[in-house]
């Protein structure tokens, strides 16, 4: 690197090839073992060069490990090296899901000789996801920088296990009063200066931290075709659909692939592999055989099937307003009125969350029925369901409330209901309040709140439900109503919560309905 700092890589080459086309790697993971064989010899012996690097401060890389920051100088700084190497035949790729995706985005735009990417379960700015509608990712950043706390010590690959056991008993030991910056100590044993860093930056929508960290402005000036791979219940997707946006509002024509997967899922790995090899053969070698017609592919989940679409969303996906109802219904009938309904949020005993997006661990529906009955969590459900209903598209809620506090949150969830009366958890969002957010004369604000995105199918006889709540612990930090960051010994003010529905205030979730297929 031009400060004097050395990078660790592994090369692979096929034998008898004269100088292929090279996949750059770039990995905070380690090289050896199966990171080594999924990577370095799958795409080796089928005809290309590997360049498989540890990122800076780890795995024998030298300088300190410091996420997000180094990864474009670095990284460009390693396509220099790579291109005055006698093997390198003038024209690379990148693979790789998660940071090694976003390390693909910190160089892609100012690389021309980079001609293809396959990212998988990524963005190209990391910052929304660990501030999710301006609440803090507590479970999933303390997950990360305890993972990569252990990776090389003596856990060692055991670390991707350990981490989710050790972050949730520490999550559940600062319910009992230690502050938010004490719980890297209960995780990993020692202060940890990226999770340090995420909460002390948190509420700071633009700053010079996240500045040299955010690479979604250059998303639409990359030259090099792009495929993508992503999980209806992954922490990023979101974001990684902004990033497919970009490009085809920049005239561009990615691949996109939804399959039913979480971040951690050894399923999307084997099909983003196979994906990326077809992607690399003919955009690296001119053999075109291998793409399917269809830029878009998604799993229906529900329906158990894969569908191929032109785009995403899919053409004549249209919004459709299900309505919050009095009596704890919902329907797409305009609200007949009523009185709002209440509930108290207390974050000194935080309304937990069942299932939903985390960064390692099984994130696929479960059960939300125990959630459901809690004080704290209104519930509106439809009548069952005269037909398969798909939606397919984007997910948001817009709510009517009034709250006791200034400084709070509202979570949205949708289920699906089976007959039996398992409601299982479909796609959610969050969106955290402030004194920014005003109310008209009546203390009324007017919520918008993004949720996942889905590819769902609800079946003839299930039924749809809505939760609303407004904590998800430990999946986001609990909010302590007062403004000020969550310490040791801070005051924490329970609040009354109203959400209304009426002619004037018609709270609703828009879900994306599409025709059947």
């Known amino acids: 690197m031009p400060d004097g700092v050395t990078l660790l890589a592994d090369h692979y080459a096929p034998v008898g090839a004269a100088r292929p086309p090279t996949i750059l790697i770039r990995t905070p993971y380690g090289r050896a073992g199966v990171v080594g064989w999924m990577y370095g ?9 590997v360049l498989l690097q540890s990122c800076r401060g780890g795995f024998g890389s030298g ?12 990284g460009l700084a390693t396509v220099e090296w790579m291109r005055a190497q006698s093997w390198y035949g003038g024209s690379f790729a990148m693979h790789g899901p998660s940071y090694l995706g976003y390390t693909q985005w910190a160089i892609a735009a100012e690389t021309p000789d980079l001609r293809a990417m396959s990212v998988q379960v990524t963005a190209s700015c990391f910052r929304d996801a660990a501030y999710v509608g301006g609440s803090f990712a507590l479970e999933s950043t303390l997950i990360w920088t305890t993972l990569t706390a252990h990776l090389e010590g003596r856990l060692g690959g055991a670390a991707a296990l350990i981490a989710p056991r050790r972050t949730r008993r520490a999550v559940l030991s600062g319910l009992a009063g230690h502050s938010l910056p004490e719980l890297d100590l209960l995780s990993a ?10 909460l002390a930056h948190h509420g700071e929508a633009l700053c010079a931290y996240w500045e040299k960290r955010d690479f979604s402005a250059s998303v639409g000036q990359v030259g090099a075709e792009i495929t993508m791979t992503g999980g209806w219940y992954d922490v990023f997707l979101p974001w990684q659909l902004k990033d497919y946006a970009a490009l085809r509002a920049a005239g561009r024509r990615p691949h996109l692939t939804i399959g039913p997967w979480y971040h951690a899922d050894i399923r999307h790995g084997r099909a983003a592999n196979a994906d990326a090899l077809a992607w690399f053969r003919a955009h690296l070698l001119g053999d075109s055989s291998g793409l399917r017609p269809s830029p878009v592919r998604l799993f229906v989940t529900g329906a158990g099937e894969w569908r191929d679409e032109p785009d995403w969303p899919p053409p004549g996906m249209r919004p459709e307003r299900w309505h919050l109802q009095p009596g704890s219904a919902l329907s797409t009938a305009n609200p007949a009125g009523g009185e709002p309904d209440r509930y108290r949020y207390d974050p000194a005993h935080p309304t937990p969350v069942i299932g939903g997006p985390v960064l390692i661990g099984n994130s696929e529906p479960r059960d939300n029925r125990r959630l459901e009955a809690r004080r704290d969590v209104l519930v509106y459900t439809s009548a069952p369901l005269g037909r398969d209903t798909e939606m397919i598209g984007p997910v948001r809620a817009e709510l009517f409330v009034r709250t006791g506090r200034e400084h709070t949150d509202f979570v949205v969830r949708v289920c699906d209901v089976h007959p039996g009366g398992a409601s299982m958890n479909v796609c959610e969002g969050v969106r955290r309040l402030t004194p920014a957010d005003r109310g008209d004369e009546d203390g009324v604000r007017r919520v918008e709140i993004d949720l996942w995105p889905m590819g769902h199918r609800f079946r003839r006889g299930h039924r749809i439900r809505v939760q609303v709540a407004s904590g998800a612990y430990p999946r986001i930090a609990r909010n302590p109503g007062t403004g000020a960051p969550l310490t040791a010994g801070s005051p924490m003010v329970a609040s009354d919560q109203e959400v209304l529905h009426d002619p004037a205030h018609p709270s609703a979730v828009i879900l994306p309905a599409v025709a059947p297929a």
């Open 41 to 49: 010899w799958t795409f080796a012996r089928h005809g290309f060069q």
């Open 63 to 74: 300088g300190v490990l410091d996420p997000l920051v180094h990864e474009q100088a670095d």
């Open 189 to 198: 044993g020692r202060p940890l200066p990226f999770f340090r860093d995420l």
